[in-house]
C-alpha cells in the first residue's frame, strides 16, 4: 500500500538548554546550515551586542550587522547590507525585534535563518511569520521558518523577567485560540488542521499546567518548547490560526487604539485569552487561566497594565475589526457597548481582585 504523508516545514536543528550557545558554531558548521563558514549576524545594540563578545571567537567567518530597531525599513535596510556578501545563512542573535527584522532580511535575500533568541517574550522566534513596525502601524509578512533554533536557557534566566512573563501569556493564549479556530469551524465551516490545532493546543496546556516557574530551568524549558511548537503550528496549517484567536484581536486593537501606552504582546495576549474564556461560557477555564497567569505575575485585568475599565471596554469593541476574515468568540457574539460593560463586570467578579 502507498504510504501518504506530509512534508511539515521545521527547523533542522533546535537546540534549548542551557550552554546552548557555546555549542553555536557547532551548530552552524552543519553543511546544511553553512558549508564555507560564511555568516551574516544580525544584532542589537542591547541584548545581541553584548553576546558578541563570547560568541564571535567561534564564528571566525561572520560578518556582524547592528539592527537599529525592528521596523521595516530597518530589515530592509539590513537585506541591502547582505546582498553582496555570499553568505550561507543568516543568524539573527537578540529580541524579537531582531530575529523578526533578520527573518524578513533572510527572506529577502533568499537566505537561510538561524534563531538565536535572548528572551521569551512570544512564539514569533519559530514562527513563518515576521511582524515589523511601518509607516501604517505594524504589518506581519510571511517567511520561511528558521532552519535552526537555538536557545540558551542561561541566557533566558538573564533577560529582564516582564520578557519571560510575556511569553508565558502568549503560548498560554493558544488555548483560547484554538478554542476559537473549533468555533469557527462549527459555525462557519472552516477547515481545521487537526496536527496544527493539537501542537498548539497541548504547548499551551504544558505551560498553563506546569507547577513551577520562571527561575525554574524545567519550566524555561517547557515554555521555549511550547513557544517554538506554536511557531511550527503555524507553519502547519498556513497561517497564525492556531495561536491567534480573541486574544490576539484583543491585544492588537490596545496596539492600534493606544500605541504609545501598550503594554508587551504576551501580557496583552494572556488578559485577551482570559477574558475570551469568559465569553464564551468557560467560566472554570478562564478563572483557573487567570489564577495561574497571576502566579507567573502577569496581569489579568486592564487596571493592572494602566487601562480603565472603559478603555478596555473599546478594546473589546473594536477588536474584532483588527483581523478582518477571521471568526471568534468576539464575532460569534457581535456584542454592543452596554453588553461588554455587563460581562466584564461579571468577568472581575468571578475571578476576584
Request: charged residues 20%; proline residues 5%; glycine residues 12%.
Amino acid at each position: 500500500m502507498p504510504v501518504l504523508t506530509r512534508l511539515i516545514p521545521s527547523p533542522l536543528v533546535v537546540d534549548i538548554r542551557p550552554g546552548a550557545l557555546d555549542d553555536l558554531g557547532c551548530v552552524l558548521a552543519d553543511e546544511r546550515i553553512s558549508h564555507s563558514g560564511r555568516l551574516a549576524v544580525a544584532v542589537s545594540n542591547g541584548s545581541g551586542a553584548r553576546l558578541r563578545e563570547c560568541v564571535a571567537p567561534s564564528l571566525p567567518g561572520a560578518t556582524w550587522y547592528e539592527v537599529g530597531g525592528g521596523t521595516l525599513d530597518d530589515a530592509v535596510r539590513l537585506a541591502d547590507g547582505m546582498k553582496s556578501g555570499h553568505y550561507d545563512a543568516v543568524v539573527g542573535l537578540g529580541g524579537g525585534k531582531i530575529i523578526d527584522c533578520a527573518k524578513f532580511a533572510a527572506a529577502r535575500v533568499g537566505l537561510p535563518l538561524v534563531a538565536v533568541p535572548t528572551n521569551l517574550a512570544h512564539d514569533g522566534l519559530c514562527s513563518p511569520v515576521a511582524t515589523l513596525d511601518n509607516d501604517a502601524g505594524r504589518g506581519s509578512y510571511g517567511v520561511p521558518n528558521p532552519i535552526a533554533v537555538v536557545i540558551d536557557l542561561d541566557v533566558i534566566r538573564a533577560a529582564p523577567v516582564r520578557f519571560v512573563r510575556a511569553g508565558i501569556g502568549d503560548a498560554v493564549s493558544n488555548i483560547s485560540a484554538i478554542a476559537d479556530w473549533e468555533l469557527a469551524g462549527r459555525v462557519k465551516g472552516e477547515r481545521i488542521d487537526g496536527l496544527a490545532a493539537a501542537m498548539a493546543r497541548q504547548a499551551g496546556e504544558a505551560v498553563l499546567r506546569h507547577p513551577g516557574g520562571i527561575g525554574d530551568n524545567d519550566f524555561l524549558q517547557v515554555l521555549a518548547e511550547a513557544l517554538v511548537l506554536s511557531g511550527i503550528a503555524m507553519s502547519v496549517s498556513g497561517d497564525s490560526r492556531p495561536s491567534s484567536g480573541a486574544c490576539h484581536e484583543i491585544n492588537h486593537a490596545f496596539d492600534l487604539l493606544y500605541p504609545r501606552r501598550a503594554a508587551a504582546h504576551g501580557e496583552q495576549c494572556g488578559l485577551g485569552a482570559a477574558f475570551a474564556m469568559y465569553l464564551r461560557g468557560a467560566h472554570e477555564e478562564s478563572a483557573y487561566m487567570a489564577e495561574v497567569l497571576r502566579r507567573h505575575g502577569l496581569p489579568v485585568l486592564p487596571g493592572e497594565i494602566g487601562f480603565t475599565t472603559e478603555e478596555f471596554v473599546r478594546v473589546v469593541e473594536f477588536a474584532p475589526e483588527t483581523r478582518p476574515g477571521r471568526y471568534t468568540i468576539l464575532e460569534h457574539l457581535a456584542l454592543k457597548t452596554e453588553q461588554i460593560k455587563d460581562i466584564y463586570a461579571d468577568y472581575v467578579k468571578a475571578i476576584g481582585s
